[in-house]
């Protein structure tokens, strides 16, 4: 691959270059397979676990999508076979202004996944950082947009996370934690872009109930195109923008309502199909660690 120059200061400027997850390996060990969120249980109780074929067939259509779109693709080499899943990579690492972000996960069974991309990220310009031991921080709650980094507060990031992050970035960026609601409220959020994300046009997706508060700053600044409780547990917010204009998502008849809407609201949307991810409580997002976005 060719060297790639590190630059992400928003969700939707134009996707230059990705990686996207795999479904090689997946669940090559299910001793190793743990539950590790409510989604994911709740879908194996209905379903069982999704086939490495179906998984590896669904990343093939995204891949064919984002590279139609002229955006170029890489992918994970096969991480140490304590990793039994590396279908999001956007959890393990992401990327803020020129800077890469090593994160730390909760989950043991993740820490070794980075390994899968590193032969990836040797070839990108730019600072690389980790987040410290003892803090927990994953690319799922870190939403960068402009001036703002967004940071979900909840099963997978603290507040050590978002001090993390103002220590680094506190010059460039006004750091704005977000808690999401928890089980114990009767919600399940796992990841901040689970139920807020902000798109090109002045849109957010956003699935109020999920967020323990919410400021003013988001209030004021997108015109929300609102989910119900099913749509974000279907991971309809979970899209992933390729340009200002055009998202990625769901084909899947739940999300079906909020592709309309955007649809209305001037965005072009391409659909995939794509279900094995979002069983496990991710989806277009998540399945995402952009590198590089160009302003248009």
């Given at each position: 691959?060719?060297?790639?120059?590190?630059?992400?200061?928003?969700?939707?400027?134009?996707?230059?270059?990705?990686?996207?997850?795999?479904?090689?390996?997946?669940?090559?060990?299910?001793?190793?397979?743990?539950?590790?969120?409510?989604?994911?249980?709740?879908?194996?109780?209905?379903?069982?676990?999704?086939?490495?074929?179906?998984?590896?067939?669904?990343?093939?259509?995204?891949?064919?999508?984002?590279?139609?779109?002229?955006?170029?693709?890489?992918?994970?080499?096969?991480?140490?076979?304590?990793?039994?899943d590396q279908?999001?990579?956007?959890?393990?690492?992401?990327?803020?202004?020129?800077?890469?972000?090593?994160?730390?996960?909760?989950?043991?069974?993740?820490?070794?996944?980075i390994d899968?991309?590193?032969?990836?990220?040797?070839?990108?310009?730019?600072?690389?950082i980790?987040?410290?031991?003892?803090?927990?921080?994953?690319?799922?709650?870190?939403?960068?947009?402009?001036?703002?980094?967004?940071?979900?507060?909840?099963?997978?990031?603290?507040?050590?996370g978002?001090?993390?992050?103002?220590?680094?970035?506190?010059?460039?960026?006004?750091?704005?934690?977000?808690?999401?609601?928890?089980?114990?409220?009767?919600?399940?959020?796992?990841?901040?872009?689970?139920?807020?994300?902000?798109?090109?046009?002045?849109?957010?997706?956003?699935?109020?109930?999920?967020?323990?508060?919410?400021?003013?700053?988001?209030?004021?600044?997108?015109?929300?195109?609102?989910?119900t409780?099913?749509?974000?547990?279907e991971?309809?917010?979970?899209?992933?923008?390729?340009?200002?204009?055009?998202?990625?998502?769901?084909?899947?008849?739940?999300?079906?309502?909020?592709?309309?809407?955007?649809?209305?609201?001037?965005?072009?949307?391409?659909?995939?199909?794509?279900?094995?991810?979002?069983?496990?409580?991710?989806?277009?997002?998540?399945?995402?660690?952009?590198?590089?976005?160009?302003?248009?």
């Open positions: 691959m060719q060297g790639v120059s590190l630059h992400v200061t928003t969700e939707y400027d134009p996707l230059c270059d990705v990686i996207i997850g795999t479904g090689e390996g997946y669940h090559r060990a299910p001793a190793q397979v743990a539950l590790v969120n409510g989604k994911q249980q709740r879908s194996f109780a209905a379903q069982g676990h999704a086939s490495d074929v179906q998984v590896q067939a669904e990343f093939a259509s995204f891949r064919a999508a984002l590279e139609g779109a002229g955006i170029t693709v890489h992918q994970p080499r096969l991480a140490p076979d304590t990793v039994p279908t999001c990579p956007r959890d393990i690492g992401f990327v803020i202004g020129d800077t890469f972000v090593q994160a730390n996960m909760r989950e043991p069974t993740r820490t070794d996944e899968g991309i590193r032969h990836i990220l040797n070839r990108c310009t730019g600072p690389q980790t987040v410290p031991s003892g803090v927990c921080l994953e690319g799922g709650d870190v939403i960068v947009d402009g001036d703002v980094i967004f940071v979900g507060i909840g099963q997978r990031s603290d507040v050590a978002a001090g993390f992050l103002q220590q680094v970035f506190a010059q460039d960026y006004q750091i704005l934690p977000l808690p999401c609601r928890q089980p114990e409220t009767g919600e399940d959020i796992l990841h901040l872009d689970c139920t807020f994300n902000p798109l090109g046009l002045g849109h957010a997706l956003i699935y109020p109930q999920g967020l323990a508060d919410i400021p003013d700053l988001i209030q004021s600044r997108y015109e929300w195109i609102e989910l409780r099913a749509e974000a547990d991971m309809a917010a979970n899209v992933v923008s390729a340009a200002p204009d055009h998202v990625i998502a769901r084909t899947a008849p739940s999300c079906a309502r909020v592709n309309a809407a955007l649809r209305d609201a001037g965005y072009r949307v391409t659909e995939v199909d794509f279900d094995a991810v979002p069983a496990t409580g991710g989806s277009f997002r998540c399945a995402t660690l952009p590198l590089r976005r160009v302003p248009g």
